[in-house]
C-alpha cells in the first residue's frame, strides 16, 4: 500500500489532454512540493516536473499543479512518445520518509 | 551535465553483503542531498535512504532499517550504500537520485545497478 495514490492507469488519443492525479495527506503532499518521474519500459526514471518547475529539456507540453493534498499532471497534446510508466513523489514528515505513488500506467491510443 | 554512474551491482547469497557506489560528476556534490531509490522487478519505484549533504542527516525506509548503511564521501564525490543480511526482496535495480533544492525529492538519476539476491 503505497502512501500516495495513483489511477493504476490512464489512456488519450493523440493529440489530447490527460490529467494524472497524485492523492496524499497533509503529511505529505498537503506540505511539500511533489515530482513527477516518467518511466519508459523500466529504463531509468526521467524527472519531468519538480514542484512547479519545469526540468530543462522537458516538452512544456507537460505541467503541474497542487490542491491541497493532490497533485496533478497534466500532459496537453498527448504524443506516442509520452507513453511510459509515471510515478509522483514527494517527502512525508510524519514517517521522516521520502514517499512515492504507486505509479499510472498512461497509454497512447 | 549531470551525471550519476552506479556500480556494485550483482549476485549475492541471502544473507551476503553488497555495497555500492555512486560517481557523480557536472555538479557541486557536497551541496545536495543524495537518496537511493530502488525498483523491483515488475514492481514501482520505492525510496531506499537518504542523505543530506553533511551527512548530518540520514533516513531509512523501515524495510532496510538496521540492514543497509548509506554514506558519502564529498572530496571523491561518490555516494555508497553497504547491503549487509540480504533477503530476496532486496532484488531490485538500485538508482543513485541527487535531491533538488526546492523538494526533497530526486531531481537527476543513474542508470541503475541490479542487485539479485538469490541462492
Known amino acids: 500500500q503505497s502512501a500516495l495514490t495513483q489511477e493504476a492507469s490512464v489512456s488519450g488519443t493523440v493529440g489530447q489532454k490527460v490529467t494524472l492525479s497524485c492523492t496524499g495527506n497533509s503529511n505529505n503532499i498537503g506540505s511539500y512540493a511533489v515530482g513527477w518521474y516518467q518511466q519508459i519500459s523500466h529504463g531509468a526514471p526521467k524527472t519531468v516536473m519538480f514542484g512547479n518547475s519545469l526540468p530543462s529539456g522537458i516538452p512544456d507540453r507537460f505541467s503541474g499543479s497542487k490542491s491541497g493534498t493532490t497533485a496533478s499532471l497534466t500532459i496537453s497534446g498527448l504524443q506516442p512518445e509520452d507513453e511510459a510508466d509515471y510515478y509522483c513523489?514527494?517527502?512525508?514528515?510524519?514517517?521522516?520518509?521520502?514517499?512515492f505513488g504507486g505509479g499510472t500506467k498512461l497509454t497512447v491510443l | 551535465e549531470v551525471q550519476l554512474v552506479e556500480s556494485g551491482g550483482g549476485l549475492v547469497k541471502p544473507g551476503g553483503s553488497l555495497r555500492l557506489s555512486c560517481a557523480a560528476s557536472g555538479f557541486t556534490f557536497s551541496s545536495y542531498s543524495m537518496n537511493w531509490v530502488r525498483q523491483a522487478p515488475g514492481k514501482g519505484l520505492e525510496w531506499v535512504s537518504s542523505?543530506?549533504?553533511?551527512?548530518?542527516?540520514?533516513y531509512y525506509a523501515d524495510s532496510v532499517k538496521g540492514r543497509f548503511t548509506i554514506s558519502r564521501d564529498n572530496a571523491k564525490n561518490s555516494l555508497y550504500l553497504q547491503m549487509n543480511s540480504l533477503r530476496a526482496e532486496d532484488t531490485a535495480v538500485y538508482y543513485c537520485?541527487?535531491?533538488?533544492?526546492?523538494?526533497?525529492?530526486?531531481?537527476?538519476w543513474g542508470q541503475g545497478t541490479l542487485v539479485t539476491v538469490s541462492s
Open positions: 542523505i543530506s549533504s553533511s551527512s548530518s542527516y540520514i
Open positions: 513523489s514527494t517527502w512525508d514528515y510524519s514517517l521522516s520518509a521520502q514517499v
Open positions: 537520485a541527487r535531491e533538488g533544492v526546492a523538494a526533497a525529492v530526486p531531481m537527476d
